[in-house]
């Protein structure tokens, strides 16, 4: 299966499901994931490799590489989506000092971080990705094994699953919004006042 046909064959089941069934699906995603090799700091599997935060921020050309925990920190809740994110406790220096959180971001998650840096370094590597992301679309990329084009179809159905929890969430908003301006409209034409009775109760 092609990559595009992978994508539209996502987009059709993920508009056959509900909100909760896509919910589910995700879910189960994350167990699975979690399941496969846990440490205490998270999860890597043995063929993915990391990359520490302090020598990402320094590849990048980070005035000050300390600010990339910050980013990260920022960006945790989409980071952690596409797999635990990995934390080292660590000490200012070797002597002890304020304790500190090293991150090791995957390949992904590096990718993600790259996109939201604003160095000149890393808008450089964001215009490459988005030219290869171009090419995915357009179905010029095609995996070099049987592995690789699991892993390839494995990624479209996640980022599927989640547009689809996205849309059922905007269409629950949107409905929300209208039966609330709909209750507002009929307060609005309750019937008014009896003002000749009223008057004459007044009297």
């Not at 056959?16 to 879910?27: A, D, G, K, P, R």
Request: proline share 3%; charged share 25%.
């Amino acid at each position: 299966m092609s990559a595009a046909q992978a994508h539209t064959f996502f987009n059709v089941k993920a508009n056959q499901l509900t909100s909760e069934e896509l919910n589910e699906m995700e879910n189960n995603r994350l167990s699975i994931m979690e399941d496969c090799h846990s440490t205490s700091s998270g999860f890597v599997t043995s063929a993915e490799r990391t990359i520490p935060d302090l020598q990402l921020a320094e590849a990048l050309g980070f005035e000050q590489p300390l600010n990339i925990r910050k980013l990260i920190k920022r960006h945790q809740e989409a980071l952690e989506a596409m797999g635990v994110l990995s934390r080292l406790e660590k000490t200012s220096d070797k002597r002890g000092g304020r304790p500190t959180v090293e991150y090791h971001l995957t390949c992904p998650q590096a990718a993600f971080i790259i996109g939201k840096a604003r160095t000149k370094r890393a808008v450089s590597l964001a215009i490459l990705m988005a030219e290869v992301f171009a090419m995915f679309t357009e179905g010029r990329l095609v995996a070099v094994d049987n592995a690789a084009a699991t892993d390839l179809q494995a990624a479209v159905g996640r980022q599927v699953i989640r547009q689809g929890i996205i849309a059922a969430e905007e269409r629950e908003a949107r409905a929300e919004a209208f039966s609330a301006m709909k209750r507002g409209r009929c307060r609005g034409r309750r019937k008014p006042p009896n003002l000749t009775y009223a008057a004459a109760a007044s009297w």
